[in-house]
Every structure is written in structure tokens, then in C-alpha cells.
């Protein structure tokens, strides 16, 4: 498929058609925060369930944290394969605790982090228009966590930091 093919879709998906651009999700970054903002929701969210469950089997999360310096010091390929990384182990986390979590709130809670990180995954895995195997050398740094609110928390980290910086550097280098 046409490497913006993805990103199209997801416009007339999210956005109303007038606003229908493929340039704006990078160059306006109301769609960043509107990200931010759904994350932010969704971690309060299922920490408001009640009795959700301590993972017998730990989710594995990457450690998002990232150095400012270093980050702006990566080409632009080299922070999507770590954001893409990154997503790849989330969506495989959120994958593991859906088959532990069967109280209603966190499974709903669940099932829309699910939802969204494979969306921002294949979003990025179309982004430059390679459709090569950026799961080579792919080793997040990672930890492991038995607590749901985890992986709400790592996911809102990592789009309000490397994914949240990744779009404004876009943005400075693709939108005048």
C-alpha cells in the first residue's frame, strides 16, 4: 500500500473532512496534544476501576525515560525505530494483561490502550514509507511491572516525551 495511504486513513478516521491533511499531523500540533490529552484520560480512567487485579504474569514495559541531549542528537529515523521499539513491547504488554484483567472497567481500559498504541504502531511503522524490518535490533531497555496502572502510565510517558518531541522535530524540519 502507498506509504500515506496509513496516514490518510487516519485522518478521515479522526479528524472532520474539511481538516483532511496529511501534512497536519506533524505541522499542527493540536493532533500531538489531542494524543497527550486521550492518554492522560485513560491513565485517570482505570485508576478510578475498582479491584483490578496485580499481574501474575508481569507486563514488560520499555523504559521510556530519554535524555533531551541525546534525543536531539538522533536522526529522525533513529527516534522512530526507538519509538516503534518501544510501542512493539507496550502493545505486546497490553496484549498479556487484557488475558489477566477480566473486571469490566480495566478489560474496557484495556482494550482502548490496545486500540490506540497499535494504532500509533502502525502509524510510525508507515511513517517514512520504508517497509523494511525495524524490528532488527530492536531491544528496548525495559522493566517489569504487576500493576495495571503501569502500562497506562508508561504509554502516557511515552507520548507526551519521545513521541510528543519526534512530531516537533518533524514539524521544524517539515513545515514552514
Known amino acids: 500500500s502507498p506509504p500515506g495511504l496509513l496516514l490518510l486513513t487516519s485522518f478521515l478516521l479522526h479528524f472532520e473532512e474539511g481538516n483532511a491533511s496529511p501534512t ?24 478510578q476501576c475498582q479491584a483490578l487485579p496485580t499481574l501474575s504474569c508481569p507486563a514488560v514495559l520499555p523504559l521510556v525515560d530519554f535524555s533531551l541531549q541525546q534525543w ?9 525505530r526507538e519509538i516503534l521499539c518501544d510501542l512493539a513491547l507496550l502493545v505486546g504488554a497490553v496484549a498479556g494483561a487484557q488475558g489477566q484483567v477480566t473486571e469490566e472497567c480495566g478489560a474496557w481500559q484495556l482494550s482502548q490502550l490496545y486500540q490506540r498504541t497499535n494504532f500509533l504502531l502502525r502509524l510510525l511503522q508507515n511513517f517514512s514509507g520504508e517497509e523494511g524490518p525495524w524490528e532488527a535490533g530492536c531491544s528496548p531497555h525495559s522493566m517489569e511491572q504487576t500493576h495495571v496502572t503501569s502500562i497506562f502510565l508508561t504509554y502516557r510517558q511515552l507520548v507526551q516525551g519521545k513521541l510528543s518531541f519526534f512530531f516537533h522535530g518533524l514539524a521544524k524540519d517539515s513545515c514552514k
Open 72 to 80: 536531539k542528537s538522533k536522526s529522525n529515523e533513529a527516534k522512530r
Open 24 to 47: 497536519r499531523l506533524i505541522c499542527d500540533n493540536r493532533h500531538i496534544q489531542k494524543y497527550i490529552e486521550e492518554a492522560k484520560d485513560m491513565e485517570k480512567r482505570v485508576g
